[in-house]
């Protein structure tokens, strides 16, 4: 089974409409989760993260994610997109138990904002 | 010190030559990783060192492939008699801590291509 399933690869949205990019993951254990972005011959910057503190994370940007232990998701979201919001997302789950010392990383959704 | 840095940033090369990719971590940073990222996926776990030891390494990292760290500081990474499916993105990230909650930090990048 993947360890992170990204449901969209590719999303658009209109500048000024809300985002959602989905994220489920796969994990027995006690996960942290971590949403990271890359933007075009740019690294990868860390938006947010989740560490069994609060389920609802605040990132950078105005981006927050929900976890949800029920549902194994932990969705992106923003309320209103900015133009440069386009980017590529990836969902980031790290489980110590259950994958050793390593970022597993999902397959990574293209966010497309219109004008 | 602005971050990870890596070289070159791109690599183009002949199936069958060696090549050797750099990365210089944020000072300090005690761990290390190394992942490759193709067209369409997410970054893929190779490798990681924890100071000067290579602590795991992924079933990716077949005999061609080899990574050093030596001192502890930076760390290169070498691929002898590439073959075209080595093309793709290399990317090297760093840690402070051993706790990976913390945020890594990763490169621009090194693209590579086998011709």
């Known amino acids: 089974a993947q360890s992170v399933t990204q449901l969209d690869s590719h999303v658009s949205v209109s500048e000024g409409t809300p985002v959602l990019l989905r994220c489920n993951y796969s994990?027995?254990?006690?996960?942290?989760l971590f949403w990271y972005v890359q933007h075009p011959n740019k690294g990868l910057q860390l938006l947010l993260k989740?560490?069994?503190?609060?389920?609802l994370v605040k990132g950078i940007n105005g981006f927050e994610a929900e976890f949800k232990k029920s549902e194994t998701s932990f969705h992106l979201t923003k309320p209103s997109a900015h133009m440069s919001d386009a980017a590529e997302y990836f969902c980031?789950?790290?489980?110590?138990?259950?994958?050793?010392?390593?970022?597993?990383f999902g397959a990574g959704t293209i966010l497309r904002v219109k004008s | 010190d602005t971050g990870v840095s890596q070289n070159p940033r791109h690599k183009i090369t002949k199936r069958g030559q060696n090549v050797t990719f750099r990365c210089d971590p944020i000072s300090e940073h005690n761990r290390l990783y190394w992942y490759r990222q193709t067209l369409g996926q997410g970054p893929e776990f190779l490798t990681y060192?924890?100071?000067?030891?290579?602590?795991?390494k992924s079933r990716l990292l077949s005999d061609r492939f080899s990574a050093e760290r030596p001192k502890g500081s930076f760390s290169t990474l070498e691929i002898q008699r590439t073959e075209q499916g080595d093309s793709a993105m290399y990317l090297c990230?760093?840690?402070?801590?051993?706790?990976?909650?913390?945020?890594?930090?990763f490169g621009q990048g090194t693209r590579l291509t086998v011709v």
């Open positions: 989740y560490t069994s503190a609060a389920t």
């Open positions: 060192f924890q100071n000067e030891a290579q602590l795991e």
């Open positions: 990230a760093s840690t402070i801590q051993a706790d990976l909650n913390t945020e890594a930090f």
């Open positions: 994990s027995s254990y006690s996960p942290s």
């Open positions: 980031v789950v790290s489980d110590q138990a259950e994958y050793g010392n390593k970022l597993v």
